[in-house]
């Protein structure tokens, strides 16, 4: 077989079997595989280039998208956080002048019913067209600490009323008012009197309820028991300090009910009726006094307290 090869406008010709042509063809074929082979190689060499760098960017895009979120998510916890410690202290506010309402609707008599601390006041009022903007966090917060801010001025001056109320009641109960006996009645006014014994004039320090034996003395305010015992032309006897200088004493009882340093409140039977002392019959003796001295017991007893 001829080949003929150019080189210099000039032909060659060279004369080879068939072995040689075949070699050389395929000698040819590889050497054309081979530079398809190679760009095919860098082609793709290029492409996975391209295609890692385009996954490390949307790979710092996400780092960067997962830390924005990351922050807001923190940023709405300590807002919640926030919200969380402002309610918490407003409820106990609320708790202490729930309690502190009832007492003082208790203390000044006034219609349950009409002040109820148990539900929040009746409100209302008609619809309105503007638009309402909503509340942001920071304003919302700002909200809370204004009423924080107004419960605690309203706390300490509500305490200040309460407590002029409780003085007040407690002034009307250690004030002596009523009748000293469950039982009986008026055997012997304060003043100047014939004495049971002598029949001579004297002056009473006190009144005398007369009344079965056995049957209740009663304080007529409240007050600490100072005095318990035998006192001569008493009997047994018992004396309550009520404060402001006042004192309330009684005698001939067949037996007292309390003891020294006990605090009695009003209304509380504290001795039964008896004769003991200087005493014609089973009756009380009653003594009010201001300052150490005696003073007419009358415009207490009718006192309703």
């Known amino acids: 077989m001829e080949l003929i090869l150019i080189t210099n406008n000039r032909p060659k010709r060279f004369q080879i079997g068939r072995l040689g042509f075949f070699m050389v063809m395929l000698t040819a074929l590889v050497m054309i595989a081979g530079t398809m082979g190679a760009g095919t190689y860098f082609g ?19 780092v960067g998208q997962h830390a924005v979120v990351v922050d807001a998510r923190r940023s709405a916890e300590d807002h919640l956080d926030a919200l969380a410690l402002r309610l918490g202290r407003l ?8 309690a502190l309402g009832l007492r003082l609707t208790k203390m000044a008599k006034l219609d349950a019913g ?46 200040v009323i309460e407590e002029v109320l409780l003085d007040r009641h407690l002034q009307t109960q250690s004030r002596p008012a009523g009748r000293p006996i469950e039982r009986g009645w008026l055997s012997s006014h304060f003043g100047f009197r014939n004495d049971p014994f002598t029949g001579k004039r004297a002056f009473h320090e006190g009144m005398d309820f007369a009344g079965k034996a056995g049957s209740g003395v009663v304080a007529v305010a409240a007050g ?30 067949r037996e007292v009910l309390v003891e020294v340093g006990e605090t009695v409140p009003k209304g509380k039977r504290i001795a039964l009726m008896g004769s003991t002392g200087r005493s014609t019959g089973p009756h009380l ?4 006094l201001r300052n150490g001295k005696p003073i007419n017991p009358t415009r207490f007893i009718r006192s309703k307290g």
């Open 44 to 62: 793709r060499s290029m492409g996975r280039v391209e295609s890692t760098q385009a996954v490390q960017l949307w790979k710092g895009a996400l």
């Open 91 to 98: 409820q106990a506010h609320m708790t202490r002048l729930d």
């Open 114 to 159: 009409e002040f109820d601390f148990s539900h929040p006041p009746a409100v209302g009022g008609p619809v309105t067209g503007g638009a309402v903007a909503a509340n942001s966090v920071p304003d919302f917060l700002d909200d809370l600490e204004q009423l924080a801010h107004t419960l605690n001025d309203r706390i300490p001056k509500l305490e």
């Open 224 to 253: 600490i028991v100072t005095r318990v015992g035998h006192q001569r032309g008493f009997g047994r006897f018992l004396e309550i300090n009520h404060g402001n200088g006042l004192v309330t004493r009684y005698g001939h009882n």
């Open 285 to 288: 003796h009653f003594e009010v």
